[in-house]
């Protein structure tokens, strides 16, 4: 009787919770089954879907936006950001945190004060010297300085990760390497480098997916015209004109995709960069 | 605790001038170099200059910049909206959070139960996290389809339930709300993720002692679960703050600031003052400002932390 009872405050419960779920599902649901129908479905009939539906549009909806956004090139242009900017932020970052953890000198704990400080300076608050300074180191509109300023945007916090992670390992290993003639910079890459693939992968991660859905950075520092990239790209062609659902809903598929499958491949880094994040000083 | 430091301390006071240690001091500034310049050039010379204009009147073409003291500052209040978009601020940062931090509660509170008869939960998981996969522009198109008057997904479904459409993006004081939901959506994962990790680490042996005291659920929430997840609840809260405060595409491709400067940020005003109107002055004298609302708040987070770690 007594489990009779419970069960129903169960269902009941998952009931409640199933409706709290909507809030979420529906507007992912929405865009996902928009995205293989045709204009007119959408509209009408915005939260079902059936087979004649999808028969009459198929993968049309994709093909097109791959064709006239230029996603081709937006594609390789934040590839290259994202790609070229994580391997600068590790490998600074990495050199960062082992000198940091492992060198007791006055100089590299302030360096790493300094820069846990600048976890906090909020990105559009330097914007506009950012913008001048683009002008006059002329990187304005390349991609090469979009990837060191978003490198740099996202070394404090590698530091902090690398630097946490490295002071927790062992000092046995260090001294044992140095007792065997191994130099600084040896030790690094055969002692150290090998143990910090965990790290590395929530570094890689927590920045990517930043670096990747990125708006502002690109936006303000490329042009968007010539030097697209993902966001700014989808944002020109659906952003303020009347648009066809259809296609933007192919368009955020499409632009999503990348993070959203390497995220059910690798959730443990995902969830270990938030928490990390949050635990931050 | 305290011997323990000292010992720690103690062991890693090395000699630091013999030849060793000065090599793996210079070693150490040479690995250090690179991250230096990166964040020098590109983090504290900004910032140092976002201070340095706000005390010039300048429009980014010309030569000279004017110098006019604090007068950026004092101006401010007369930009045309400013009252409306610093209250729109504030209130866009406090809904965001409150209803963010209900409901990753509740929901971080379901997710953590587990059994029979419940939804898959590595299921639910993974899909209360996936907005948070988005990107904000992405995640703003999506909105702003959705609330479109006439087609909108929102005001079909209020049609079919019988009740008269909305009009979202362009009633006075409801765009506000729109706005917020639409960061909600983007935000509640994140504080999911965390509330769990914290409600993980209750331990067990607590809700075991007051069952056999006899508490019922409802005395086990307030007086075990609530207390106990105080820390994770006020991380939760600052992050959502600042980052409530540091939102800037979402409102921007949503709304764009309409109606009237209903929905106008402090962000999307420090863009429009540097790259509409080249008021790189009062561009800088707000970027200030923001900088400031968000080091005040990291410090109070700073503050509850290191009050944490001391119990």
């Known amino acids: ?281 | 605790m305290k011997d323990v430091k000292a010992m720690a301390l103690n062991h890693e006071k090395v000699k630091k001038n013999t030849p060793f240690e000065r090599q793996r001091t210079i070693t150490g500034v040479c690995f250090l170099l690179p991250t230096i310049i990166l964040v020098a050039v590109f983090i504290i010379w900004p910032l140092f200059q976002v201070f340095n204009l706000s005390f010039f009147e300048w429009n980014g073409v010309s030569s000279t910049k004017r110098f006019v003291g604090l007068s950026n500052y004092t101006t401010l209040s007369d930009l045309p909206g400013f009252w409306e978009m610093s209250w729109g601020t504030i209130v866009y940062a406090v809904g965001v959070t409150v209803f963010t931090i209900a409901i990753s509660f509740l929901v971080a509170l379901f997710l953590d139960k587990q059994g029979k008869a419940r939804i898959n939960r590595s299921f639910m998981r993974v899909l209360w996290f996936f907005p948070c996969l988005l990107s904000m522009a992405v995640v703003g198109i999506l909105w702003r389809i959705m609330y479109n008057y006439n087609n909108g997904v929102i005001n079909t479904v209020l049609k079919s339930l019988g009740l008269s459409p909305v009009n979202w993006l362009e009633t006075y004081g409801v765009t506000r709300w729109a706005i917020i939901i639409a960061s909600v959506w983007t935000q509640v994962g994140m504080c999911v993720v965390i509330f769990l990790a914290g409600l993980q680490a209750v331990p067990i042996e607590l809700f075991e002692a007051a069952e056999i005291d006899g508490a019922n659920s409802r005395q086990k929430l307030l007086r075990i679960t609530i207390p106990m997840m105080a820390p994770s609840i006020t991380i939760n809260m600052l992050t959502t703050t600042i980052a409530a405060f540091k939102m800037y595409e979402l409102p921007m491709i949503v709304s764009n600031g309409l109606p009237g400067y209903n929905t106008l940020l402090l962000t999307k005003k420090i863009y429009d003052l540097g790259f509409t109107s080249h008021d790189f002055g009062r561009g800088s004298a707000l970027s200030v400002v923001l900088i400031l609302v968000i080091t005040i708040i990291s410090l109070i987070q700073l503050f509850f932390l290191r009050k944490r770690e001391e119990v």
């Open chain 1, 1 to 281: 009787m007594i489990s009779r009872k419970r069960m129903a405050r169960t269902i009941a419960g998952e009931l409640l919770f199933l409706l709290l779920t909507l809030f979420v599902l529906i507007p992912v649901y929405y865009f996902i089954i928009g995205a293989f129908k045709g204009r007119l479905d959408i509209v009408k009939f915005p939260l079902s879907i059936n087979l004649s539906m999808i028969k009459d549009v198929g993968f049309s909806n994709f093909s097109y936006v791959f064709k006239r956004m230029k996603m081709f090139q937006a594609l390789l242009n934040t590839g290259a950001i994202t790609i070229f900017s994580l391997v600068i932020v590790v490998i600074c970052g990495s050199l960062a945190g082992f000198v940091i953890s492992r060198v007791n000198r006055k100089f590299f704990s302030a360096v790493y004060t300094t820069l846990v400080a600048l976890m906090v300076v909020p990105f559009i608050g330097c914007l506009i010297p950012l913008v001048i300074q683009s002008t006059q180191l002329k990187t304005y509109n390349s991609l090469i300085g979009c990837i060191l300023i978003q490198s740099a945007w996202n070394l404090p916090f590698a530091v902090f990760l690398f630097t946490g992670f490295m002071r927790a390992l062992p000092k046995e290993l260090e001294e044992s390497a140095y007792i065997d003639g191994c130099t600084m910079i040896g030790t690094y890459f055969k002692i150290f480098l090998p143990l910090l693939a965990p790290v590395t992968a929530t570094c890689c991660i927590r920045g990517g997916v930043g670096i990747w859905n990125d708006y502002l950075v690109s936006n303000s520092l490329l042009n968007s015209v010539q030097t697209p990239t993902l966001m700014v790209g989808i944002n020109m062609f659906f952003g303020a004109r009347k648009t066809e659902y259809g296609y933007a809903f192919a368009g955020i598929i499409l632009a999503s995709l990348p993070i959203v499958i390497l995220f059910l491949f690798l959730q443990k880094y995902f969830i270990k960069g938030i928490v990390a994040g949050a635990v931050k000083g």
